[in-house]
């Protein structure tokens, strides 16, 4: 079976409204390969305005970074997922390890958001991974095992299928400093074996697993290039449309 490759660039809180106009327009008027799917997680503000380049095109699209996990109500200053979905959104990250940290999102938190994001049938961008200290330690496999279970292992067989897993290792994201494929394929491949465990083999080789963590156009071709690999969240390097789109080419 094979999987949706998938380059999903995550603008974080970069970009002036009209910056933002002319990268998206840049990346979707690139030529791409029809059989990746391009993505570009953009500020709230951002979305109308990105929506509106990719909103009819087949295989770029826009995402949300984040939204609120209530529905609705007294929550000044948030965004809830009903206000994407009314928009269209396709996308969302969930659980950036940025929001891990700055906004202490816990995993129950995320399983709380991941729900809302199927419920309102926006595809989920479900980001792990592990600080430098845990990886020292060799405990990063079990910590990332940690992270799916109590954030993501509730869902059904069906529903699970619908998400996409980003492994980006803590220590590398904005670094400069990238896991070595071998790393990346290791770490992959142990969160294949853990959706076969806990679900199937059907609904491990079904679901898309991308690489975070200082992916450039310089590191892109080995990182895609493992089996287990299908794409990646891409941080700082999105941010310039030649090398994005170059990342886009690197499958
Ligand atoms: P980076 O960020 O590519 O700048 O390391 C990746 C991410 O945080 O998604």
Not at 56 to 78: P, S
Not at 86 to 112: C, D, F, V, W
Not at 206 to 211: D, E, G, K
């Amino acid at each position: 079976m094979s999987r949706q490759k998938i380059a999903a660039g995550n603008w974080k809180m970069n970009t002036s409204h009209s910056d933002g106009y002319f990268l998206a327009e840049a990346i979707t008027k690139a030529k791409r390969p029809k059989d990746v799917q391009t993505i570009m997680a953009v500020p709230f503000t951002h979305l109308g305005a990105v929506q509106a380049h990719t909103y009819d095109k087949k295989n770029i699209a826009v995402a949300a970074q984040n939204f609120h996990h209530e529905e609705k109500g007294a929550y000044t200053g948030e965004i809830s997922i009903g206000m994407l979905s009314s928009m269209h959104i396709p996308y969302a990250l969930i659980g950036h390890s940025e929001r891990r940290e700055y906004q202490k999102e816990s995993n129950k938190l995320l399983a709380t958001k991941l729900d809302l994001a199927l419920a309102h049938n926006i595809k989920p961008i479900f980001c792990c991974g592990e600080k430098l200290p845990i990886r020292k330690s060799k405990k990063h496999v079990s910590f990332v095992k940690k992270q799916l279970k109590e954030g993501l292992f509730h869902l059904s067989k069906s529903d699970i299928k619908r998400v996409v897993i980003a492994y980006e290792p803590v220590w590398a994201i904005g670094t400069g400093e990238t896991a070595s494929p071998e790393q990346a394929q290791e770490m992959h491949a142990a969160i294949r074996k853990m959706l076969a465990d806990k679900y199937d083999q059907d609904v491990a080789d079904s679901i898309s697993i991308l690489y975070g963590g200082s992916v450039k156009p310089a590191n892109a071709k080995s990182l895609f290039g493992q089996p287990d690999v299908d794409g990646g969240l891409v941080g700082g390097a999105s941010l310039d449309a030649d090398g994005f789109v170059e990342i886009i080419h690197s499958f």
